[in-house]
């Protein structure tokens, strides 16, 4: 079965410092992975998405993840983190066909804290 | 910008109620969902539907009932509502192959 694992709840770093939100991947296919991000009481915005081709892939507000298939991993990443940056994370993983229609699997979220 | 709506932010209803969870978007998408937010399970999905009148069960349909008759608005349905289901509900929409877009979701609180 599909499945999706953030093994961290929460992680606290000071402002400034780099970033690394982990997220591991159950899929049977060639998987297509995303990130969302969500601020306290809102909806989620799409930071970035992997879909096939370079594995390291650029989103907004500076986020970068890369794909190792290997590791079954799709890791969140940024060099120096803002105060503003406070907020859950979650990673999913698409389900479906990319032509047509998908649905997306989510973990369980990491709530990051930026201490100042 | 893609808009999706979910016109209640925050419901209060007593268990045994009917409750309606209304989701509008302006993009023309094919496909809408709806989703469930409980802390410490991320998102879960309810139902999805990928065309007029057409839906999905998701992987907790239990408890609800969707509605699509028209392609912009995708209804979510708490025939009797239970306590176990207060929860903050969102509400997304795609097009075929694209990206998800979710609303800034309903807070619905069952007493």
């Known amino acids: 079965a599909q499945s999706v694992t953030q093994p961290d709840i929460h992680i606290t770093v000071s402002e400034g410092a780099s970033l690394e939100l982990r997220c591991n991947y159950s899929?049977?296919?060639?998987?297509?992975l995303f990130w969302y991000v969500q601020s306290p009481g809102q909806g989620l915005q799409l930071l970035l998405k992997?879909?096939?081709?370079?594995?390291l892939v650029q989103g907004i507000k500076g986020f970068e993840a890369e794909f190792k298939r290997s590791q079954s991993s799709f890791n969140l990443r940024k060099p120096s983190v803002h105060w503003s940056d406070a907020a859950e994370y979650f990673c999913?993983?698409?389900?479906?066909?990319?032509?047509?229609?998908?649905?997306?699997?989510f973990g369980s979220g990491t709530r990051l804290l930026v201490r100042p | 910008d893609v808009k999706v709506t979910q016109s209640s932010r925050y419901l209060v209803k007593r268990t045994g109620e009917k409750v309606f969870l209304e989701c509008v978007q302006d993009?023309?998408?094919?496909?809408m969902f709806w989703y469930r937010q409980d802390p410490g399970l991320g998102l879960r999905l309810i139902y999805f539907?990928?065309?007029?009148?057409?839906?999905e069960k998701g992987d907790i349909p239990e408890g609800y009932s969707v509605s699509r008759e028209k392609k912009e608005r995708f209804s979510l349905i708490l025939e009797s509502a239970s306590t176990n289901q207060t929860s903050m509900y969102l509400c997304?929409?795609?097009?075929?192959?694209?990206?998800?877009?979710f609303g800034e979701g309903s807070w619905l609180t069952v007493v």
């Open positions: 997304a929409s795609s097009r075929q192959g694209n990206t998800i877009y």
């Open positions: 899929y049977g296919a060639t998987p297509y």
């Open positions: 992997y879909f096939s081709g370079d594995t």
């Open positions: 999913a993983v698409g389900a479906g066909s990319m032509d047509s229609s998908y649905k997306l699997i």
């Open positions: 993009m023309d998408h094919e496909n």
């Open positions: 539907s990928y065309d007029v009148k057409m839906k």
